[in-house]
């Protein structure tokens, strides 16, 4: 049975690769946050986009990270029209139907393309642009949010990919734990 809530049991994970999986996000957030302050640049969608592309492990943050970088970039294409429309639209209604056209167009559009994982990452990059951005700025905003997704889900996947080479180099051989559980 499938459980709507996402907590199964309270308390810790027992499992290793939770905590390893964890350890790799904050390295990767924290290479990116020390980057971003020597380019004097926001940190907060390249360290999303780490969180994303580090997922459950290489595969699970593979998945992950391509859905938020598709997202981030499909909401940030549509937002980029839909900003000049909202904010030469008079009047609440005629912006409230702008902002509903848009949503509906990336819901659309991530349908399309059967990219249905990554409509919720283009929502939130559609509406920060469209709420949230002066108007002076709102290009130079969107192109750099999907950017710095883009940045933060590559670097956290090549943590995972040396991650995993480095354990695959160091576990056992099968001719050594066969060798340790008969006592030899």
């Known amino acids: 049975m499938h459980h709507l809530i996402p907590f199964r049991r309270p308390g810790l994970p027992r499992s290793k690769s939770v905590y390893?999986?964890?350890?790799?996000?904050?390295l990767a957030a924290a290479i990116i946050i020390v980057s971003y302050d020597l380019l004097d640049r926001n940190p907060c969608f390249a360290c999303i986009g780490a969180v994303f592309g580090m997922g459950t492990g290489l595969w699970g943050g593979l998945h992950s990270a391509i859905n938020r970088s598709v997202g981030t970039l499909l909401g940030g294409i549509l937002a980029l029209p839909f900003y000049t429309l909202y904010n030469w639209s008079h009047g609440p209604f005629p912006r409230d139907l702008c902002l509903l056209a848009g949503l509906a167009l990336l819901i659309f559009l991530g349908l399309l393309v059967g990219?249905?994982?990554?409509?919720?990452?283009?929502?939130?990059?559609?509406?920060?642009?469209?709420?949230?951005?002066?108007?002076?700025?709102?290009?130079?905003?969107?192109?750099?949010?999907?950017?710095?997704?883009?940045?933060?889900?590559?670097?956290?996947?090549?943590?995972?990919?040396?991650?995993?080479?480095?354990?695959?180099?160091?576990?056992?051989?099968?001719?050594?734990?066969?060798?340790?559980?008969?006592?030899?």
């Not at 390893?20 to 904050?26: H, N, R, Y």
């Not at 949230?132 to 905003?141: D, L």
């Open 20 to 26: 390893i999986q964890l350890g790799l996000a904050l």
């Open 115 to 184: 990219a249905t994982d990554a409509i919720p990452a283009g929502t939130v990059v559609y509406f920060v642009v469209l709420c949230t951005v002066q108007q002076e700025r709102f290009v130079r905003y969107t192109v750099d949010r999907i950017l710095d997704t883009a940045v933060g889900a590559l670097l956290a996947l090549g943590l995972s990919v040396l991650y995993a080479v480095w354990s695959a180099r160091h576990a056992p051989s099968p001719k050594a734990a066969a060798g340790s559980k008969t006592g030899s």
